[in-house]
């Protein structure tokens, strides 16, 4: 059936990282935001700006995470994983075939390969650890499924370093929409009940995931920014309030 509600707050405690990223030299930022929100324009640009300002800044996207430090080994299994997770054809019409729960353990597993790999060595380093998406994102379109599905990807992300730092980029889904010339099935809700790769299942689902994020946004106090303003000043905003938090959290930790 057709979803129509999302959850109006998530429960922080209930998906708090095992390992908190508090007792690490960096501090963890995320970059969220619906599909077509700007991320993948945004971050690089906001890195740069960072850099700009004198702060020492690794940006990375976890789902196409740089391996090449990582053994032979490693790198062919999470190509694998990454594959069945991220690499969208004709064919993930079939998807839902497997249950919700079977996709939360692969991106599980996907996440914490990632963390324990490439996230906390950079957090140990020091510096700000900026990533373009996280599993937040996945764990906010999981909870338009109902409570029951929202615990249990709370559980299963538990481990995962939690960032300490949000940014969504806010934008309306007709706008994401026609920033688009292509859709995918997941980005259309095909696994929450509609049907086609269609610019109205599209903007239909973004705004189920998006309402789910900016849930999220006020419940850990992320910094919600307006992504339909202009680039430059977007771009202005983020830096500011990444650049704000990570001084604020770097005083703190001294």
Known sequence: STMTSVPTTFDNGSAASVSSPATLAGVLVVIEGCDGAGKSTITPAVVRALQAQGHEVLSLHP?????????RYVRDHLDRLRSLLWGETDADEQRNELPDTH???L????????????VRPALRRGGIVLL???YT???ARFAIKGPALARHVAN???????PQVGVLLDVDPVIAAARKTTFGYSECGHF???HGRTPDNFITYQRWVRDALLARAETENWTVVDAQAPTAEVVARVADAVAVAAKHLSGAAR
């Open 156 to 162: 299963v992300y538990r481990p995962i370093t939690r």
């Open 192 to 194: 929450d009940g509609l």
């Open 137 to 139: 994102k996945l764990e």
């Open 63 to 71: 789902k196409t995470p740089d391996l090449a430090g990582t053994s």
């Open 103 to 105: 996709w939360i353990a």
């Open 107 to 118: 991106s599980g597993s996907w996440f914490a390969a990632v963390d324990e790999l490439l």
């Open 132 to 134: 373009d998406s996280w």
